[in-house]
């Protein structure tokens, strides 16, 4: 069994900062890209960045500048720093992993997700 568990969010003031921290756990074999997703109330899930195993990474073009996505490989875990957060960054936070647990082919799993307020 292969799971993502987040952590992290919460509430935060207009141009403040947060650090998520998402960790794969079960039976891994391997990961490959890790990401992070977010959804506001009323619209779609969206790429907010992901990083490859060798650290290649990508953002998309709202959060460049001010996010800046990392893993740790040892501990299969992905984290997302947010500085110069506003309220459009309001959202679930998701992290994404592709991931091959021992004796199966690599799967796309989905944490549980966790809240991102900005108040302004």
């Known amino acids: 069994q292969v799971q993502l568990v987040e952590s992290g969010g919460g509430l935060v003031q207009a141009g403040g900062s947060l650090r998520l921290s998402c960790a794969a756990s079960g039976t891994i074999f391997s990961i490959n890209d890790m990401g992070w997703y977010r959804q506001a109330p009323g619209k779609q899930r969206d790429l907010v960045a992901t990083?490859?195993?060798?650290?290649?990474?990508n953002y998309a073009n709202a959060m460049k500048g001010r996010f800046t996505i990392s893993r740790d490989n040892a501990k299969n875990t992905v984290y997302l720093q947010m500085n110069s957060l506003n309220a459009e960054d309001t959202a679930v936070y998701y992290c994404?992993?592709?991931?091959?647990?021992?004796?199966?082919?690599?799967?796309?799993?989905w944490g549980q997700g966790t809240q991102v307020t900005v108040s302004s």
């Open positions: 994404n992993a592709e991931i091959r647990a021992f004796g199966s082919p690599y799967r796309n799993y």
């Open positions: 990083i490859t195993q060798r650290g290649r990474t």
